[in-house]
């Protein structure tokens, strides 16, 4: 079955310092495709970043960078020059053929950035 | 619309009521999905549309959910005879791809 787990359930980290939020994932599958989101106070699931299991190059979106690990299984996620605005819930997500289309989610990352 | 939509944005149902969300995807999304997400936790799958087909059910944790996306656009979760362990708050996502998944600001239903 798949199987997303993230380790730390709570960070601190200092305004524009950078900060790198674990994820591990677990499948058979050898296509698959790993997703972040951010999660505010609001509620809303705002994606960030997305790779695929064939994607030679880490993705990157702005200050989002993905640190994909394909024989670690892991697929952490960094955030540079952190900004208060980050202050976030943060969920790592995998889609696999295995699973069918739907998105299979870890327990999320708060993240609290001091000013 | 820009976004996906979902309505109502809070709801508040007494034990045995039931309830219907909406949700209104990004116009041309073929795929559309419901999640549960409880306080705290990630979001729970819950079903699955390709267009008006509904490919995934298997996340429904009772008889009492059925989903519907009848015209292959607005989808609608109801819940029948409500209990206060359907408190949570209930997603939408769309997608065109299997790249992407955009959300909705979600449902809080609190059953009381």
């Known amino acids: ?115 | 619309g820009a976004g996906v939509s979902q309505s109502p944005r809070y709801k508040v149902a007494k034990r045995g009521q039931d309830v219907a969300l909406r949700c209104d995807p990004i116009s041309g999304h073929v795929s559309l999905f419901w999640y549960q997400q409880a306080l705290g936790q990630g979001p729970e799958f819950l079903t699955y549309f390709q267009n008006e087909a509904q490919l995934d059910k298997s996340g429904l944790p009772s008889d009492r959910f059925f989903a519907e996306r009848p015209e292959g656009s607005v989808s609608t979760l109801k819940i029948q005879r409500t209990q206060q362990e359907d408190s949570a708050v209930y997603l939408c996502a769309s997608s065109l791809s299997d790249t992407e998944a955009f959300f909705g600001q979600g449902t809080r239903l609190t059953v009381v």
């Open chain 1, 1 to 115: 079955a798949q199987k997303i787990t993230q380790t730390q359930p709570g960070m601190f980290v200092q305004e524009k310092e950078a900060v790198t939020l674990d994820c591990t994932y677990d499948t058979s599958d050898q296509s698959y495709g790993l997703f972040w989101y951010k999660q505010p106070s609001s509620g809303e699931m705002i994606f960030l970043i997305y790779q695929g299991s064939y994607d030679e190059q880490n993705a990157t979106e702005g200050r989002y960078s993905l640190n994909f690990q394909k024989a670690r299984k892991s697929a952490n996620l960094v955030i540079s020059a952190s900004q208060l605005g980050d202050s976030a819930m943060y969920f790592c997500a995998m889609r696999d053929r295995a699973a069918g289309n739907k998105l299979t989610f870890g327990g999320g990352t708060r993240v609290l950035v001091k000013p």
